[in-house]
Nanobody, 125 residues
């Protein structure tokens, strides 16, 4: 069955970096776009970044442009989120997700059909 497993979360000080990984299994990883979302307590899940199946195009939320980078290694069935210049407001549970094959866009949760369990990122000031 399809599984997505995130890792790499933890505690970081403001200004520092973390790299999240998401390993996919149970499907042909290279033919699906992938996305990252986050959810802070009391808030809705929000789009962070996405990458097309071949890694040729990346999309970012305005609040992470210039700080976060999404990438993928199809040989390793893994997608990454490099997070630099972290801010306390980046504190959230981060989720990776697999986009639906029929997705016309990649910026809403409805475009995705499978989700990982999430990894906590906490940024202290």
């Amino acid at each position: 069955q399809v599984q997505l497993v995130e890792s790499g979360g933890g505690l970081a000080q403001a200004g520092n970096s973390l790299r999240l990984s998401c390993a996919g299994s149970g499907y042909t990883f290279s033919i699906y776009a992938m996305g990252w979302f986050r959810q802070a307590p009391g808030k809705e899940r929000e789009f962070v970044a996405a990458i097309t199946r071949d890694g040729g195009r990346m999309y970012y939320a305005d609040f992470v442009k210039g700080r976060f980078t999404v990438s993928r290694d199809n040989a390793k069935n893994t997608v990454y989120l490099q997070m630099n210049s972290l801010k306390p407001e980046d504190t959230a549970v981060y989720y990776c997700a697999r986009a639906r094959r029929s997705s016309g866009g990649l910026k809403t949760p409805f475009e995705y059909d499978y989700w990982g369990q999430g990894t906590q990122v906490t940024v202290s000031s």
